[in-house]
């Protein structure tokens, strides 16, 4: 069965960063697209990054170079690094893992980013 363990997230003032991570295991993870969504209250959950197992990042444009997601294949792990954190950055950031073809997907429970000073 395939588990996200999320890690990281917590409480910064704006322009700080955090380091947020996820293992995955219970399969083999290479035909799958890594990544990190988030969810604000009252909006829809949106892309944060993403990342191929051969390197390919796709970024949501409000990640304007603050953000850069990195993947251990090895490990089986994503990790999303954010700095120059915003308060609109503030949500719940959810680890997700999608098959490329088929579009399977898993997601993790959810981490807590709160940005406020």
């Known amino acids: 069965q395939v588990q996200l363990v999320e890690s990281g997230g917590g409480l910064v003032q704006p322009g700080g960063s955090l380091r947020l991570s996820c293992a995955a295991s219970?399969?083999?993870?290479?035909?799958?697209?890594m990544g990190w969504y988030r969810q604000a209250p009252g909006k829809q959950r949106e892309l944060v990054a993403s990342?191929?197992?051969?390197?390919?990042?796709d970024n949501a444009d409000f990640v304007q170079g603050r953000f850069t997601i990195s993947r251990d294949n090895a490990k089986n792990t994503v990790t999303l690094q954010m700095n120059s954190l915003k308060p609109e950055d503030t949500a719940v950031y959810y680890c997700?893992?999608?098959?490329?073809?088929?579009?399977?997907?898993?997601w993790g429970q959810g981490t807590q980013v709160t940005v406020s000073s």
């Open positions: 990342i191929t197992s051969g390197g390919s990042t």
């Open positions: 219970g399969g083999a993870f290479s035909a799958y697209v």
């Open positions: 997700n893992i999608r098959r490329i073809v088929g579009g399977a997907q898993y």
